[in-house]
């Protein structure tokens, strides 16, 4: 989920762009800002060594889900950490320094810290209380439309909409009102150019334009699936978009979506995104991100070349970005059937248990694993906030083009 948004002279993006996570889209648009007073110690039970002030809760959620689906049992104190960043109505920041005081107004909550906490604690066991609050404060926060924000009040998006419509589903819960028709609305004509992908959302005159991270996003959400999944079975119709004079099903959005990051990815194995006017680099977190939609949709024969790619040339990006990028890079493993302790020769299980507390238990051990190293990824300047991508999934997951 890689988001691209100037305002006010503040732009958030990614130097080597991966999926950053979800909270850039709200920071950068001045909706919303990290937690006060943020503390620079950071916590004993949190993954990762960067500043945990815009994605902590994202990619400790990211990292316990791809431990627990590989079949790790996380640290106590890992899962406990996260549980513990939750407010007394049941939502999520991106971290709060002193989860022990009372969330107030100052406290930036959304929809995607939430959303993934609510996945992740599902994962892990033992917080079905905290986990059902959260996704009633998620449901309390549907918009008119059937979609989400980023952040309460916010206009509904495709990558928050996915994000919940995940959470809801690892709940086993259902939402008020369905978040399809919108998908479905915003789902961009077959015949236009972008056809089969989604927009993040449509712009002031309602125009749809192609957004591979919205894309991803809304394909799982679409299937009902969250960040971990497994391959689904390709539709009888086969690869090609869908059309017609009725309403797109919500089947036929996620087939449209995955059919367009396939074409998107089939020249060169990978997406790209670049800052304006920079040099087009490849988008590793998307890259992830879309072989897991591809492959929750079917389609893991077309998906296998970026799969390939990303083996061949995405070890380092999740070296120097963190456990969100390994996470990514596991869950995208997990979805194709593939060994993700045998990741062109990289254990990228290993790698992410190595940026965190050990965990309780593994499912084996096994050899070839690589260290993680660990850097800030986030560079925060006056007027700039940049990084090496984690997140959406950003959620993240997951690139705004609105800029």
């Known amino acids: 989920m890689t988001v691209l948004r100037r305002t006010a002279g503040v732009l958030a993006a990614t130097a080597v762009i991966g999926t950053a996570t979800p909270v850039t889209t709200a920071l950068a648009a001045g909706t919303a800002s990290p937690s006060p007073s943020a503390s620079v110690v950071l916590p004993s039970g949190l993954y990762g060594g960067s500043d945990p002030r815009f994605d902590g809760v994202w990619r400790q959620s990211l990292a316990l ?12 104190r890992a899962v406990d950490w996260l549980a513990g960043q939750q407010c007394a109505n049941g939502s999520f920041a991106a971290f709060r320094a002193e989860p022990t005081a009372a969330c107030d107004a100052k406290v930036a909550v959304d929809t995607n ?4 906490a609510v996945q992740a604690l599902k994962a892990a066991g033992g917080h079905d209380d905290a986990a059902e609050k959260a996704v009633t404060w998620l449901k309390s926060q549907q918009n008119e439309d ?6 309460p009040g916010s206009a509904s998006d495709t990558n928050s909409t996915g994000v919940v419509v995940g959470a809801l589903a690892a ?3 259902s939402a008020d009102r369905s978040p399809y028709d919108l998908l479905a609305k915003w789902s961009v004509p077959c015949d236009e150019d972008g056809g089969g992908a989604l927009a993040y959302q449509p712009d002031k005159q309602g125009k749809l334009a192609a957004n591979a991270d919205a894309t991803a996003a809304g394909v799982l959400g679409a299937l009902g699936k969250g960040f ?3 391959a689904g079975k390709a539709p009888a119709q086969g690869y090609v978009c869908a059309d017609s004079d009725k309403a797109l099903t919500r089947e036929e959005v996620a ?5 367009y990051l396939g074409d998107a990815m089939f020249t060169t194995g990978h997406l790209v995104s670049a800052l304006p006017g920079a040099k087009p680099q490849p988008d590793y977190g998307n890259t992830a991100d879309a072989v897991v939609a591809m492959a929750a949709q079917g389609w893991t024969k ?8 990303l083996e061949a040339h995405a070890v380092p990006w999740a070296e120097q970005s963190g456990p969100a990028a390994y996470a990514e890079l596991i869950l995208a493993a997990h979805a194709m059937g593939a060994d993700p302790r045998d990741f062109g020769g990289t254990n990228l299980v290993t790698a992410l248990n190595a940026t965190g507390p050990a965990p309780r238990a593994a499912a084996a051990k096994h050899t070839g694993e690589k260290k993680s190293g660990s850097s800030v990824w986030w560079i925060v300047g006056t007027g700039l906030v940049a990084g090496i ?3 959406f999934l950003l959620s993240g997951r997951r690139k705004q083009q609105q800029l």
């Open 113 to 116: 810290s939430t959303a993934a």
């Open 65 to 76: 889900l791809a431990q627990r689906a590989v079949g790790v049992t996380p640290a106590a």
């Open 255 to 259: 087939r449209n979506g995955a059919a």
């Open 228 to 230: 971990v999944t497994t």
């Open 146 to 151: 059937g979609g989400w924000g980023y952040t």
């Open 389 to 391: 991508g984690i997140g």
């Open 171 to 173: 709940a086993g819960a």
């Open 302 to 309: 077309p998906a296998k070349k970026p799969y390939a790619w």
